[in-house]
């Protein structure tokens, strides 16, 4: 069955400091990847998506991530975070019918 | 103004109440989506429809049903509401130009059934 898992439920960084937020991923054919972000109190907004071609794929924010098919992950990245990056991010990927599989999601918090 | 509007943003309801939560979009997009988010489970599809006539079940449709009255609208009823419906409702919207644009979401409704 198509699934996606993201291991952490919460993870603390400091600002400045660099991040990567983990996203595996069930499913038989070539995936469909993306990353959503929840700022608080909004709705999700598309940070960046893979389909096919170059594995580190840009988006937006700062953001980049890794496709990795050995390894059924597409990993989240930032060099350095930022306060205003405190939100809950979503990895999703493209199911049947036209259906994204979300993750549970993971809160960022950042220290000051 | 916001692409995509629900209302009402908040809502508390009644175990057996019938009510309606609506979304607009301007964005001109044919696909509307209606997802519910509950803590830890991320977000889960309840219904789509890719155009006025097109109305398909997603993961979790029992319970729910689901009006489009003209392209930019998409209107999500619950028929007698119960606590387990307590959660965040999204609307979204795409375009449908390939198989998976990117989807614009609206800021969402609390919904909470006593």
């Known amino acids: 069955a198509q699934s996606v898992t993201q291991p952490d439920i919460h993870i603390t960084v400091s600002e400045g400091a660099s991040l990567e937020l983990r996203c595996n991923y069930s499913y038989g054919a070539t995936p469909y990847l993306f990353w959503y972000v929840q700022s608080p109190g909004q709705g999700l907004q598309l940070l960046l998506k893979y389909f096919s071609g170059d594995t580190l794929v840009q988006g937006i924010k700062g953001f980049e991530a890794e496709f990795k098919r050995s390894q059924s992950s597409f990993n989240l990245r930032k060099p350095s975070v930022h306060w205003s990056d405190a939100a809950e991010y979503f990895c999703a990927v493209g199911g049947s019918n036209y259906q994204l599989i979300w993750g549970a999601g993971t809160k960022l918090i950042i220290k000051p | 103004d916001a692409d995509v509007t629900q209302t009402p943003r908040n809502r508390i309801t009644k175990t057996g109440k019938r009510i309606m939560l609506e979304c607009s979009q301007t964005k001109g997009?044919?696909?509307?989506?209606?997802?519910?988010?509950?803590?830890?489970?991320?977000?889960?599809?309840?219904?789509y429809s890719f155009d006025v006539k097109d109305i398909n079940k997603g993961e979790i449709s029992d319970g729910y049903s689901v009006s489009r009255q003209a392209q930019a609208k998409f209107s999500l009823s619950l028929e007698?509401?119960?606590?387990?419906?307590?959660?965040l409702y999204f609307c979204a919207t795409s375009d449908s130009n390939g198989r998976w644009e990117t989807q614009y979401f609206g800021p969402g409704t609390r919904l909470l059934v006593l």
Request: net charge positive.
């Open chain 2, 29 to 47: 997009h044919d696909r509307m989506y209606w997802y519910r988010q509950d803590p830890g489970l991320g977000l889960r599809l309840i219904y």
């Open chain 2, 80 to 87: 007698s509401a119960i606590p387990n419906q307590t959660a």
